[in-house]
Nanobody, 127 residues
């Protein structure tokens, strides 16, 4: 069974930084598209960043590109989301996610392919 466990959410003032971590069950980590999503009440969940655990490519939404960085430490089966210059509009529940199906043509930036979710962690940014 795949387990995704997020940590690192919290409250910060505008302009501040937070780092989220997602620990992934070992059997699910290798050769996987992993990503971060966020959701606010009344809105659809949106993709924020994605990567391939066995490669170096990364993908970002336009809203966070240049401010957020997705990374991984393979030895720990963990991915991270470093969030800089946070703004009130970044406030949301952030979810770690995995593409549960292996596609013939990999695209870790295709947000519609993510279908395995963590429990989420709250990020609140005050102005």
């Amino acid at each position: 069974q795949v387990r995704l466990v997020e940590t690192g959410g919290g409250s910060v003032q505008a302009g501040g930084s937070l780092t989220l971590a997602c620990a992934i069950s070992e059997s699910a980590y290798r050769r996987a598209c992993m990503g971060w999503f966020r959701q606010t009440p009344g809105k659809e969940r949106e993709g924020v960043a994605g990567l391939y655990t066995d490669g170096e490519s990364t993908h970002y939404s336009a809203a966070v590109k240049g401010r957020f960085t997705i990374s991984k430490i393979n030895a720990n089966n963990t991915i991270y989301l470093q969030m800089n210059d946070l703004q009130p509009e970044d406030s949301a529940i952030y979810y770690c996610a995995k593409q549960g199906i292996t596609y013939r043509f990999r695209n870790c930036g295709d947000w519609t392919r993510f279908n395995v979710w963590g429990q989420g962690t709250q990020v609140a940014v005050s102005s």
